[in-house]
């Protein structure tokens, strides 16, 4: 009889491996962190489990996958609703982040894993300042993530150089941290918040680190015009002519690209973060997801931070997702419920260049996995698991979270962290910021 | 010392009152199914309370009201998804609906009823086939709601008089049922469904009646050219010829409207239920809101059915309202989110004629209101109560539920129903009603 560390009972699973598969009356076995086994509970070999999970009434899935976040913007959520965009960074956001300290990222990001923990989001890509505390969070927390320190050069060469040796140092120092559940990329801001030259920089040194890229792309009509009006070539132009697209590329948003710009990136194999409620909410557009898909291009779904969004709760984003890309077509039929599942797990994991090792339930895969109760009167009946997963249920509906096959939830109590201490430190820590800020205002 | 049957302590209060007050530390008191006082704790007069609920941690505010739902359509909740309307309608939905027995009407707004409470929803108004059943629904649940019985002619005259009749009969019977929870209104379908003649012997009915009409209006750009076609006119021209339009009107959808249309609708001041997920989900198009309301009309928001949604949880229907208008002026600055929370408490009380008794927490009004816990992760932290409503709550974050005074849900437990009893008759009503169906096609 072989052995496993933890056995998943009766569940319904949605495998998400690619063959369509809605398996009723399964079981899944975890071993050493991995999938020793997922299928039938008929035909499911002998093992003896350490730990057994009744998953009766519930749905086995990955983990969610979050393509795009800034995760300690958790301290900023609601702080300057429904202004535009460069007042609230302006006034409100850039003075707060002037006055970040490393403990407030480090607490802002473990409010963010709790959040994400509660929502059954077991990985994530976040770009930020003070990434290292942030990796202390996610090792804390259990959680698996791709991290990039942000560089934002805005035309300050000095600052710029400053900031592309500390993300190529965090880079280094933090590969592979945390039991290898955290990997790291470069984070280049934006085309237009960094020069030519320091983006050909980055490149080189993402290849020669063998990491991938983080950056936001196509975000608003008028910084692409300003990109084209500056350089005299589109975004995307301007990135092909410095060689700079390539597979391992994560370009957070593409709202505002022409369809040479849709084809250059295809050409790449550039990896795409769709942000539906960020893009709503801060009012820029709509990514032409499903041109984009039809293109071949791999799409994951992502929050953005939670000042923008203001959740991090990505059964939320994947609702919005499929809802945004049928009105922008004007067709009920785009972006079906199985492709938005799609995108917030495999996909999200090929988005991240972790397709070998998570994002579906497979033998041999990382365990992260969720149950989802749809016990639950809006989610019933279940005709259809998988449009009651994209368009009924809500983060608060996960029971059991898994990830690296470490048990983070069970019946929605946190084993990680201690939820009041995280909330309450979170709490102290958003007001003293606001304390420091307001004094130097 | 005055009496109350329930004193709320120690909570923050959103009253939508009117004067966007925001009162930290406050009370409540409820007396005779009526809020008797509402304040700061220090200044609360003395009451002695039978029933003391502790608010602490808690944000109290006017329970939510869903402007336009078929309610039994739970049971077909994700059942064909992803499909052009006029497939889902004739090959799923009208099949379906022409073997719904009374029974199963009961049972699937039971259900209903029981994802509204667990949502923090207390008031909807609703259009669907055998309504009386869903009258004794909402008797037991102990909600409040607008019904009208659906009258579709769609070109059969017969039918159409028949439903006529079958409507008016139960609007004066079920008027003022269940303590007055429920209220009834006439419900003609659609202008294209239901032919002039009709429009006009239900609008002279109302008007004998004294009660309001609910039709769903301007949905879809194809049924609008249908009408501009047919009649000559557009689909509100022809209603101001029918001299149909009245403050009593409760109109769905409004997406596709002239500006002429709309200045019609505001001279007759037609209440409006903006139904943003459906909208986007059967991707007919963006109601312009903005627009609507600088013209002075009335907006509250709708679910739309919990097949084209799918769910009745109205906290996400207030966040997609406010994403959507943003989206669709391009402006982050547009439905701020005082607005939105107001669109779903008092203007949705407005648009259902209620708003004398509910919609607000207001002494002399019928105590409808609910308690949301934001000692959560993904409340935290609280900068502006309105945008952690608004963007960040959920109806799973809702704790306590209280209408017409009577305490309907108390820390999620609800009180007036069975959960797993209205889940599993819903299952099984559901699981009949397509084995029924399924035999006759």
Chains 1, 2 share one sequence.
């Not at 409100?92 to 006055?99: G, Q, R, S, V």
């Not at 080189?204 to 990491?211: F, G, H, P, T």
């Not at 009012?283 to 779904?301: E, F, H, P, R």
């Amino acid at each position: 009889m072989k052995k496993a560390d933890i056995i998943i009972q009766n569940c319904l699973i949605l495998p998400m491996d690619g063959k369509s598969r809605i398996i009723e009356d399964g079981s899944i076995a975890i071993e050493n962190g991995k999938i020793a086994h997922v299928g039938k509970k008929s035909k499911f070999p002998s093992f003896k489990g350490e730990n057994i999970v009744d998953g009766h009434g519930k749905i086995a899935m990955p983990g969610l996958i979050n393509c795009h976040t800034h995760l300690p913007m958790t301290l900023f959520r609601g702080i300057a609703e429904d202004q535009p965009l460069d007042k609230w960074l302006i006034e409100t956001i850039w003075p707060l982040e002037a006055n970040l300290q490393p403990d407030d990222v480090y607490h802002g990001a473990l409010l963010g894993c709790l959040e994400m923990i509660k929502s059954g989001t077991t990985c994530f890509a976040d770009m930020y300042f003070h990434e290292g505390k942030i990796a202390e969070a996610i090792e804390k927390a259990g959680l698996r993530a791709v991290l990039a320190q942000g560089i934002i050069e805005a035309g300050n060469r000095t600052r710029g150089e400053r900031m592309f040796r500390e993300n190529v140092d965090f880079a280094k120092k933090y590969h592979a941290y945390a039991n290898g559940r955290v990997t790291t990329q470069l984070g280049p801001h934006a085309v237009y918040s960094c020069s030519p030259e320091l983006l050909t920089k980055v490149k080189e040194a993402a290849s020669a680190l063998n990491v991938g890229i983080h950056i936001h792309l196509a975000e608003s009509k008028e910084m692409a015009k300003e990109i084209k009006e500056k350089s005299g070539f589109s975004e995307i132009e301007l990135l092909e002519n410095l060689r700079f697209l390539s597979p391992n590329v994560l370009a957070a948003h593409c709202v505002h690209l022409s369809r040479r710009e849709m084809t250059l990136m295809a050409k790449h194999n550039v990896k795409i973060a769709y942000n539906p409620i960020a893009n709503m909410k801060i009012a820029v557009g709509t990514a032409k997801i499903k041109d984009l898909m039809t293109l071949g291009l791999t799409v994951g779904i992502g929050t953005d931070g939670p000042a923008s969004n203001n959740s991090l709760d990505m059964f939320e984003s994947m609702k919005v997702a499929a809802l945004l890309q049928k009105l922008h077509y004007h067709d009920p039929t785009v972006l079906p419920t199985e492709t938005a599942l799609k995108m917030a797990t495999i996909d999200g994991a090929r988005a991240l260049g972790l397709e070998n090792s998570v994002g579906s339930l497979e033998v041999g895969k990382q365990a992260d996995l969720i149950l989802v109760d749809f016990k639950k009167p809006h989610l019933t009946p279940m005709h259809n698991p998988y449009a009651n997963i994209v368009y009924s249920t809500h983060g608060s509906d996960v029971d059991t979270v898994i990830a690296n096959g470490k048990i983070l939830m069970e019946n929605r109590k946190v084993k990680t962290l201690n939820e009041d201490e995280v909330i309450r430190d979170a709490e102290q820590t958003a007001s003293n910021l606001l304390a420091r800020a307001g004094t130097l205002r």
